[in-house]
């Protein structure tokens, strides 16, 4: 029972930035950010590629190295799909889709399509709990990135996300600028996700060009079963639920005996089946335009 | 006595127009309601965005500006920044001013976000009106869509006002409001102008609110044969 539960919790963590990711781009500003399936995939590549480089530095300094670059690289392809939204005037589910392209290109060009990790030291690894060497250090990060979002949500910035989805226009007559807060918020939710990239990649020891395949609809499960539990916007409680939530179901269905093929499929339908009751529930008749 | 003084306004939307406005003579006093009237595409907008300094980029505004004794004489084709940023708009869909799912109290509290959003917390301090009170809107922690038409009409003026003001332009304020709100939103406005030594000017099509409310400020845009814009109070 406590294995599963160290199972749970790895893989909640291992994705939580992700999902804190979208879950400011997809559930507070609303906009259908594709692009972070290839943020997730670019961060990966380029946090393996630099690694080597990084393995004389102590092992503080290599961890933040490391998680800088798997961020910056996830905030370049969200620069790239905001800039092609605010600058091109492409909407912004084609100019991900465009991104994704891009990168898919752009990533085998300079990392290749695969690259193992096992032959360098695993930087996420202490030796505390056996079997799970890199709990400890993803909890702390869990723990860091929850009290920043934390506050983040109080900020001038973190309500602007918010506004954005209510209202887009709202910024104009105010004299702020709305391309800043698009930009930032897309930055941001790629930058997470390249994080969680390399996270993914150094936990099993690989990264490959197809892993951010259908982590967006992973994302939008986690966030839609949240909803399902916690309704206030604007909380960091949401993101956290969500990503719980979510790998709980995995796990208990892994172990009813699921087979983890199909697992996309039962992601698609745990969706379906909460959509239409919210959709039959005269109360959530509102549903917006991307469910969450 | 607080004024605003537009004398010999001359403008033109590009160097080979005729002229929009010819000699064009307008004073508006504060604490009083406006309200400017004409037919569509007469210019009453256009007059908006002289007073905003958002004019098209090659059209020739000259002119001089008295705003309470100071003196400005417009150059570079657009009204001084010093003016422009004591002016305030309320645009007709006042839903795109206000957000619904939030509260009266956030929605005010947005309304001094700088142009740049920073990662500081968002302020606590409020102006609040005393007048608001007595319009129905004191319940901060309400959601604004629980408000009526005329008392979301007031928020988003409000909102409006957070930063340092003394000129609100409205553009059709009570267009889409009935009877008793167009009243409450008026009886605000004039309320609100008296106490914070406001000028307000409003776009109305409205005959009804000109002879109703606007006796003695109306301003009419019209155009002559030529084509030349006449205001006239």
């Known amino acids: 029972m406590s294995e599963i539960i160290f199972i749970i919790m790895e893989q909640a963590f291992l994705h939580f930035p992700l999902i804190l990711g979208t879950y400011l781009s997809v559930s507070l500003m609303k906009i259908p950010d594709l692009s972070v399936e290839s943020a997730y995939m ?10 080597p480089f990084t393995q004389n530095m102590p092992h503080c300094a290599s961890l933040c190295v490391i998680s800088l670059i798997s961020m910056l690289a996830g905030a370049c392809v969200g620069l790239t799909s905001g800039l092609l939204t605010q600058k091109a005037g492409i909407p912004h589910l084609l100019s991900s889709i465009i991104t994704i392209g891009l990168f898919h290109g752009i990533n085998q060009f300079i990392a290749g399509v695969y690259i193992p990790l096992s032959k360098y030291t695993n930087i996420l690894a202490l030796d505390l709990i056996p079997l799970h060497p890199d709990l400890p250090l993803l909890a702390l990060l869990f723990i860091i990135l929850s009290l920043a979002a934390c506050y983040f949500f109080k900020t001038e910035l973190g309500y602007s996300l918010a506004v954005f989805g209510h209202n887009p226009h709202f ?25 969680s990239g390399y996270l993914f990649a150094q936990s099993n020891g690989f990264a490959d060009l197809n892993m951010g395949f259908g982590k967006l609809l992973l994302c939008i499960t986690s966030l839609i079963l949240a909803k399902v539990f ?13 990503t719980f939530s979510y790998f709980t179901l995995q796990q208990l269905l892994l172990k009813l005996g699921f087979d983890l093929r199909y697992f996309t499929m039962i ?17 959530h008749n509102h549903i917006d335009h991307l469910g969450v | 006595m607080k004024k605003l003084l537009l004398h010999n306004i001359n403008f033109k939307f590009n160097q080979h127009d005729q002229p929009f406005f010819h000699d064009a003579h307008v004073e508006f006093k504060a604490g009083l ?10 210019g009453k907008s256009t007059f908006f965005s002289l007073l905003q300094g958002t004019t098209p980029r090659n059209a020739i505004l000259t002119g001089v500006i008295i705003l309470n004794e100071t003196e400005f004489i417009i150059k570079n084709n657009r009204l001084d920044h010093k003016i422009t940023s004591h002016v305030k708009t309320v645009i007709q869909d006042i839903n795109k001013m206000i957000v619904n ?31 608001m009170k007595d319009f129905g809107i004191d319940q901060l922690h309400q959601t604004v869509q629980k408000l009526s038409g005329g008392q979301k009409q007031i928020l988003a003026i409000i909102m409006a006002l957070q930063k340092t003001t003394k000129i609100l332009l409205l553009d059709e304020p009570t267009a889409a409001l009935d009877e008793k709100n167009t009243h409450m939103v008026i009886q605000f406005l004039t309320q609100l102008a008296k106490t914070l030594d406001l000028i307000i ?30 205001i006239k109070l």
């Open chain 1, 42 to 51: 670019f961060g990966a590549f380029m946090a393996s590629s630099a690694l």
């Open chain 1, 171 to 195: 910024f104009t007559h105010y004299q702020i600028s709305t391309s800043y807060i698009f930009l930032s918020g897309i930055l941001l939710a790629n930058a997470l996700a390249g994080l």
């Open chain 1, 230 to 242: 916690y309704q206030k916007t604007l909380s960091i409680i949401t993101p956290i639920i969500g």
């Open chain 1, 267 to 283: 992601q698609a339908m745990v969706i379906v089946i909460i959509l239409i009751c919210q959709y039959r529930n005269q109360e």
């Open chain 2, 33 to 42: 309601l406006y309200f400017i009237q004409g037919k569509n595409g007469v």
């Open chain 2, 101 to 131: 799912a939030m509260t009266i109290e956030e929605n005010l509290r947005l309304a001094h976000l700088p142009k740049y959003p920073r990662l500081f917390p968002l302020t606590h301090t409020i102006n609040l009106s005393t007048i």
């Open chain 2, 201 to 230: 000017i409003i776009i109305t099509h409205d005959k009804e609110l000109t002879s109703t409310y606007g006796q003695h400020h109306t301003l009419t845009i019209a155009a002559d044969t030529e084509g030349i814009r006449t």
